[in-house]
């Protein structure tokens, strides 16, 4: 829909998309699906991809119709009519735009019909310390997935704050001291607190690694 922006004084496109959100199982949640509008502004009184601009992107505008994928990885995919799940662009304006008007066939300026999109959520690649032994008992404080594998917890958070091993490695808790182990939580895990707190407390800790019988403690 082309209107008048009543503060800037240009055309602005309004366009509606029906989203839904595609499980990292690749079935789709039936209670997931929302209508959004997205809004961008023309440079002239025609849509042009080279002098368009939006003052949020695509992308964030589908995160704040979904807040609750914001630390989910995703991707936002058009399904064409051969069922294949193509990437948008939804950062940039103009690579948003491109891809847009191939969709709708070069129809994106009378475009009456909402535009069907998935934020399809991804299965992050595994890697060593995410393979191993599941933890049912334990539930990463990041991304709420069960731990699998190598389990990390912080040694100066009061309360019990735990990253899987996919967190650990996107540097998710970078500004605490992190202890990992493979199976039971050490029983010297709270004097290993104790001490953490006391160096802190009587002097820099230097970043190392100190090797013990059943862990390692990483500094960050």
Same mark, same amino acid.
């Given at each position: 829909?082309?209107?008048?922006?009543?503060?800037?004084?240009?055309?602005?496109? &309004?366009?509606?998309?029906?989203?839904?959100?595609?499980? $990292?199982? =690749?079935?789709?949640?039936? %209670?997931? /699906?929302?209508? #959004?509008?997205?809004?961008?502004?023309?440079?002239?009184?025609? &849509?042009?991809?080279?002098?368009?601009?939006?003052?949020? $992107?695509? =992308?964030?505008?589908?995160? %704040?119709? /979904?807040?609750? #994928?914001?630390?989910?990885?995703?991707?936002?995919?058009?399904?064409?009519?051969?069922?294949?799940?193509?990437?948008?662009?939804?950062?940039?304006?103009?690579?948003?735009?491109?891809?847009?008007?191939?969709?709708?066939?070069?129809?994106?300026?009378?475009?009456?019909?909402?535009?069907?999109?998935?934020?399809?959520?991804?299965?992050?690649?595994?890697?060593?310390?995410?393979?191993?032994?599941?933890?049912?008992?334990?539930?990463?404080?990041?991304?709420?997935?069960?731990?699998?594998?190598?389990?990390?917890?912080?040694?100066?958070?009061?309360?019990?704050?735990?990253?899987?091993?996919?967190?650990?490695?996107?540097?998710?808790?970078?500004?605490?001291?992190?202890?990992?182990?493979?199976?039971?939580?050490?029983?010297?895990?709270?004097?290993?607190?104790?001490?953490?707190?006391?160096?802190?407390?009587?002097?820099?800790?230097?970043?190392?690694?100190?090797?013990?019988?059943?862990?390692?403690?990483?500094?960050?």
């Amino acid at each position: 829909m082309l209107s008048l922006n009543p503060i800037m004084n240009m055309p602005e496109v &309004t366009l509606t998309f029906k989203c839904g959100v595609i499980a $990292s199982d =690749g079935t789709v949640d039936a %209670n997931s /699906y929302k209508f #959004l509008t997205w809004s961008y502004v023309t440079g002239n009184t025609t &849509t042009s991809d080279t002098t368009s601009f939006s003052h949020i $992107s695509l =992308g964030q505008r589908v995160l %704040n119709v /979904y807040p609750q #994928l914001a630390d989910v990885p995703t991707r936002i995919v058009y399904v064409d009519e051969e069922n294949d799940r193509i990437a948008i662009p939804c950062d940039n304006i103009k690579e948003t735009l491109a891809a847009l008007r191939v969709i709708t066939k070069g129809h994106l300026d009378d475009q009456e019909n909402p535009i069907r999109l998935f934020i399809q959520i991804t299965s992050p690649s595994v890697t060593g310390n995410c393979q191993g032994n599941p933890h049912p008992n334990l539930i990463c404080s990041s991304c709420k997935n069960q731990l699998v594998g190598f389990v990390y917890k912080c040694l100066e958070c009061d309360g019990d704050f735990t990253l899987c091993g996919q967190c650990d490695t996107a540097g998710k808790h970078p500004e605490h001291v992190v202890i990992r182990f493979a199976g039971d939580q050490p029983v010297c895990f709270q004097e290993m607190k104790q001490l953490i707190s006391k160096h802190y407390e009587s002097s820099a800790f230097e970043t190392t690694k100190i090797k013990l019988k059943t862990c390692t403690l990483r500094v960050m």
